[in-house]
């Protein structure tokens, strides 16, 4: 899966990324896991182990994670064009 990222680049979702995600929202790993929880529909937050094995790779970021960044990206770039209008 891609996102859309802050240069306009397609890129892959890695851990890197979503670590620097994190980190650019000022969260820690127990407020990143309730906001990809959120962003996900997810029933309850990601627990702060599994936002660590995500960052270091220990486990994949699942395409749900992705698509949902994907859809935030979208949803912002749409909002920096119309108030472009």
Do not use: C, W
């Not at 892959?12 to 127990?30: F, I, S, T, V, Y």
């Amino acid at each position: 899966m891609v996102y859309v990222n802050t240069m306009l680049e397609m890129t892959e979702l890695d851990k890197a990324e979503l670590k620097r995600e994190r980190e650019r929202l000022g969260m820690d790993r127990h407020e990143f896991g309730a906001y990809l929880a959120k962003l996900v529909g997810a029933p309850k937050p990601y627990p702060y182990s599994r936002i660590t094995d995500y960052e270091t790779g220990v486990r994949a970021v699942p395409a749900k994670i992705e698509i949902a960044f994907l859809r935030a990206q979208v949803a912002h770039l749409r909002e920096i064009i119309e108030n472009q209008k």
